[in-house]
């Protein structure tokens, strides 16, 4: 699919998607939706033990009033008919210089449609790594059922529901939090380097098939 790009400014672009966020340790925009509204998360943010028991995205600085603003406008933009459009250009112009993108810091994919979008994006963007850690299951399976795959420069993680289990054995690529244990596959060093990612990129390679944070 070709899309009739139209849109030629930033305040374009805003007007439809808001604007990119920025998590402190990305070395690379990235676009959130509030983690309140997570489908899975939702569920799992209520039992201790799981991976979104006091999830980040809940505190902090993500409660400021105008924090939770922006994370519901861009939750909502999906639904815009120039979305892609606004995103393809947005990503093109700020991820240009770092050539990665992450899809939610915070929130998740809601439904099929949602992840058709991001997608056609990343069709459109094949000159950046996209990375997309996801806890719904089920929407990722129903995808590929009917599509068969990702995009080449798309990544998308399937994350372990519970701190110290295993990855998902249903997915080839994956993530898990460990606490208690040892971490599985790739190490994830920001806890040792300020939180930063500094210049690892392990998230969004697929030579590696499990990323395993360590539990905040």
């Given at each position: ?140 399976s129903d995808y590929l059922k009917i599509y068969k795959q990702f ?47 500094r210049d690892c990129r392990a998230c969004w390679s697929k030579e590696?098939?499990?990323v395993s944070y360590h539990k905040h």
């Amino acid at each position: 699919m070709t899309l009739n790009n139209t849109i030629t400014t930033s305040k374009q672009a805003k007007e439809i998607m808001i604007s990119l966020g920025r998590a402190g340790k990305m070395p690379c925009p990235t676009y959130n939706t509030p983690a309140s509204l997570c489908v899975t998360g939702s569920k799992l943010r209520k039992t201790k033990g799981t991976t979104c028991h006091g999830c980040y995205a809940m505190k902090g600085n993500y409660l400021f009033p105008n924090v939770q603003e922006g994370l519901t406008k861009r939750f909502h933009a999906f639904l815009q008919p120039r979305f892609v459009e606004a995103m393809t250009f947005m990503i093109k112009r700020y991820s240009a210089k770092s050539g990665y993108f992450r899809w939610f810091d915070s929130g998740d994919l809601k439904d099929m449609a949602m992840l058709e979008k991001i997608v056609l994006i990343c069709q459109q963007t094949p000159e950046i790594d996209h990375w997309l850690p996801t806890r719904e299951v089920k929407v990722v399976s129903d995808y590929l059922k009917i599509y068969k795959q990702f995009p080449d420069n798309l990544l998308v993680r399937l994350s372990a529901p519970m701190v110290d289990g295993e990855p998902i054995k249903s997915y080839k690529y994956t993530s898990t939090v460990n606490h208690k244990t040892k971490p599985v596959g790739h190490d994830c060093p920001a806890r040792f380097q300020d939180n930063e990612c500094r210049d690892c990129r392990a998230c969004w390679s697929k030579e590696i098939k499990n990323v395993s944070y360590h539990k905040h």
